[in-house]
């Protein structure tokens, strides 16, 4: 089992940065892959970003590349987003996921909302 907790949403303005975290506990040794997706009202969950744990290869979704960085710390357990110039439509739920021997863990989502 592998428990994931996200941080760092909130409310920001068109233009502004947040950056959220996400901390990973319990049996992360098998973990290969994290990723980072969003959830907006009424809309399918969206694959953001993507990370291999030993690595560091990213992949990242159209809509955010250019302005979203994702990065981990080995040391810490812990994935990071990035997120710069802001825009209302990322407004959304943050969700940050782990895989796992063939298992995808997910955790509880944090909000983020881009808005004047």
């Known amino acids: 089992q592998v428990q994931l907790v996200e941080s760092g949403g909130g409310l920001v303005q068109p233009g502004g940065s947040l950056r959220l975290s996400c901390a990973a506990s319990?049996?992360?040794?098998?973990?290969?892959?994290m990723d980072w997706y969003r959830q907006a009202p009424g809309k399918q969950r969206e694959l953001v970003a993507t990370?291999?744990?030993?690595?560091?290869?990213?992949y990242y979704g159209d809509s955010v590349a250019g302005r979203f960085t994702i990065s981990r710390d080995n040391a810490k357990n812990t994935l990071y987003l990035q997120m710069n110039s802001l825009k209302p439509d990322d407004t959304a739920v943050y969700y940050c996921?782990?895989?796992?021997?063939?298992?995808?863990?997910w955790g509880q989502g944090t909000q983020v909302t881009v808005s004047s």
């Open positions: 990370i291999t744990w030993r690595d560091g290869s990213t």
């Open positions: 996921s782990a895989h796992a021997l063939s298992v995808q863990y």
């Open positions: 319990g049996n992360i040794f098998p973990m290969f892959r």
